[in-house]
């Protein structure tokens, strides 16, 4: 049974920071891409950052120079280094696994591709 928990979202103010964590149980994650997504009401989940499993990054525009993406194959563990929260940072943050491996460029649009999720950790950010 694959699953996949998402923890450290809660409440900063903007400049602040925060370590977003997905742990992976029942799958090795070193052979998948694995992504950050963000979703507000009312709008479509959109990709935050990608990781293929040769540790290739991709990052959405609006995130670029304030977010890291990286994996701990040991652990099993994903992360998402946020710096520099800004108010539009504020959503529901998911984690994600893709079908098997796509280059993190692609798999960053590639939201259908994506076939285990986690529950999602809330991420707002005050100005």
Request: hydrophobic share 30%; proline share 2%; with cysteine.
């Amino acid at each position: 049974q694959v699953q996949l928990v998402e923890s450290g979202g809660g409440s900063v103010q903007a400049g602040g920071s925060l370590r977003l964590s997905c742990a992976a149980s029942g799958l090795l994650s070193r052979r998948y891409t694995m992504g950050w997504f963000r979703q507000v009401p009312g709008k479509e989940r959109e990709g935050v950052a990608a990781i293929d499993s040769d540790g290739s990054t991709s990052y959405t525009d609006s995130v670029k120079g304030r977010f890291t993406i990286s994996q701990d194959n040991a652990k099993n563990t994903m992360y998402l280094e946020m710096n520099s929260l800004k108010p539009e940072d504020t959503a529901m943050y998911y984690c994600a696994r893709g079908l098997g491996r796509m280059t993190a460029t692609q798999a960053l649009s590639a939201r259908n591709w994506y076939n285990y999720w986690g529950q999602g950790t809330q991420v707002t950010v005050s100005s």
